[in-house]
């Protein structure tokens, strides 16, 4: 069993969540595959995600091939707050959503 985890990425947990449950479950190789060609932004920190977590494994001397893409966890990992001035003297709320990613291998 190995783990990564991303701990900020700048992008919002629910287009993380997108990727995520699409590589859930298939063994490493094809999930790297999948991901190569997916046109979304999320693929590719995710890609380099179970590369680490595949490079963990190989570490501990585990056999690369046999692993399983176990669990994938997004969560939210903070919100940067701004603000945009608007009409009348107000301000509104700009929330830039970061995103904390947990892989598991198996």
Do not use: C, W
């Not at 700048?10 to 997108?18: I, S, V, Y």
């Not at 595949?54 to 990992?77: F, M, P, Q, T």
């Amino acid at each position: 069993m190995a783990y990564a985890t991303l701990e900020s990425h700048n992008q919002t947990p629910r287009k993380m969540r997108l990727v995520a449950n699409l590589v859930k479950g298939k063994k490493v190789s094809a999930a790297l595959e999948s991901l190569q060609f997916l046109p979304l932004r999320a693929a590719e920190p995710i890609a380099k995600l179970i590369k680490s977590a595949a490079a963990n494994a190989k570490e501990k001397g585990e056999d690369v091939d046999a692993l399983k893409v176990r669990s994938i966890v997004v969560e939210s990992a903070g919100v940067l707050k701004r603000y945009m001035p608007r009409a009348f003297g107000r301000a509104s709320a700009i929330r830039r959503r970061k995103s904390r990613v947990k892989v598991t291998l198996a």
